[in-house]
């Protein structure tokens, strides 16, 4: 069986994510999105929350799979016996990390990185950018599943 896992954050979901994870399910038997805990970084959304919106939001693909892990992907990819990362990159900004950590990740374990270029409509589009602008009133309707709009919307109002 082809497998392929595609890590991040998710903090929250946008279309952008899920137009890499739509694509990429197309190219694999199975895509496991892996939500990260990292409890060091400081996020909006708990990891219960990230992991919930995720799947509601990848519910229409057959073939994609919400799981979490905490540590090391290698690791993750180890006990879920995946050979390969895949990653979007939205602009030549995003290659100079993700070359290093593709490296890093093929010489710990072997495990290949394969990138995918966003879809142009989503290159300026980033969970840290959708934060900001619901937090200070813009309109990011556009820009990420309904569900997660209204929780947006539901945790601005919460804390203003
Ligand atoms: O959505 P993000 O924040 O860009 O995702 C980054 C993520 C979680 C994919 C990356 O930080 C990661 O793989 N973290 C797991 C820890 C790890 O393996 N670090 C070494 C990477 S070379």
Same mark, same amino acid.
Do not use: L
């Given at each position: 069986m082809r497998r392929a896992v595609c890590p991040g954050?998710? /903090?929250? %979901?946008t279309l952008g994510h899920l137009d890499i994870i739509g694509r990429a399910s197309l190219l694999y038997d199975e895509l496991v999105v892996a939500v990260g805990m990292n409890p060091s970084k400081n996020r909006l959304f708990s990891f219960q929350e990230r992991t919930e919106l995720l799947r509601e939001a990848t519910a %229409?693909? /057959?073939n994609v799979v919400v799981d979490s892990f905490d540590g090391l992907i290698v690791e993750f990819c180890r006990q879920r016996e995946v050979q390969v990362i895949v990653k979007g990159l939205?602009?030549?900004? /995003?290659f100079d990390y993700e070359l290093q950590m593709a490296q890093m990740n093929h010489g710990l374990a072997g495990v290949e990185t394969m990138f995918m270029t966003t879809n142009p409509l989503y290159s300026f589009l980033s969970s840290s950018l959708v934060k900001e602008v619901a937090t200070y009133g813009g309109d990011v309707s556009g820009l990420v599943p309904d569900a997660v709009h209204r929780r947006l919307l539901e945790r601005v109002r919460a804390t203003s």
């Open positions: 954050s998710f /903090d929250p %979901v %229409v693909y /057959d939205r602009a030549i900004s /995003d």
